[in-house]
T-cell receptor, first 114, second 115 residues
């Protein structure tokens, strides 16, 4: 089975709170990539990060961090000290070496209230 | 700056009309994609093209066709629009090398309403 699950449909927090978006995936491939994209209200999906299956190091970029754990098949995304500009829909996606197509999660809508 | 441009941001069409959605990229990318986005369903692939005049069906090709006559342009065609094709349509591209691990570059989307 090929699947990406983002169980949180919508999350609402107050500005400056930390928030974690969950992504759980299923694959039989040993070689794969995981991606996170952000879709602000303007509509254009913006690439945030890519991780390959052989690199389990966590990644930090400013207020954003990603936790990749193969043992739990998860690739979670945390925003520290959230800001209103972080409000968007966030998508997690899986690219398998054996499959040309990206497999997308359903997305998590993040609302940051001032 | 690299760019994927979709010709219309909003479009309203009547049932039965033939609808053309245009997408142009300036990155010399071989691969181009058309997705449909609906709430709760994420992105679903309609068609993709890996070269000029080449096309492959995605997950939901029914009711759609595509055209890729030039490398930079990928058109999505609704032969006879229906109300269940009301949706957000997203075009994307990426280079041939790194087809597996390159991120997609997206346009702003076309919100199509069929009445």
């Amino acid at each position: 089975a090929q699947k990406v699950t983002q169980a949180q449909t919508e999350i609402s927090v107050v500005e400056k709170e930390d928030v974690t978006l969950d992504c759980v995936y299923e694959t039989r491939d040993t070689t794969y990539y995981l991606f996170w994209y952000k879709q602000p209200p303007s509509g254009e999906l913006v690439f945030l990060i890519r991780r390959n299956s052989f690199d389990e190091q966590n990644e930090i970029s400013g207020r954003y961090s990603w936790n990749f754990q193969k043992s739990t098949s998860s690739f979670n995304f945390t925003i520290t000290a959230s800001q209103v500009v972080d409000s968007a829909v966030y998508f997690c996606a899986l690219s398998e070496y054996s499959n040309y197509q990206l497999i997308w999660g359903a997305g998590t809508k993040l609302i940051i209230k001032p | 700056d690299v760019k994927v441009t979709q010709s219309s941001r909003y479009l309203v069409k009547r049932t039965g009309e033939k609808v053309f959605l245009e997408c142009v990229q300036d990155m010399d990318h071989e691969n181009m994609f058309w997705y449909r986005q609906d709430p709760g369903l994420g992105l679903r692939l309609i068609y993709f093209s890996y070269d000029v005049k080449m096309k492959e069906k995605g997950d939901i090709p029914e009711g759609y066709s595509v055209s890729r006559e030039k490398k930079e342009r990928f058109s999505l065609i609704l032969e006879s629009a229906s109300t269940n094709q009301t949706s957000m349509y997203l075009c994307a591209s990426k280079p041939r090398q790194g087809r597996f691990n390159s991120p997609l570059h997206f346009g702003n989307g076309t919100r199509l309403t069929v009445t």
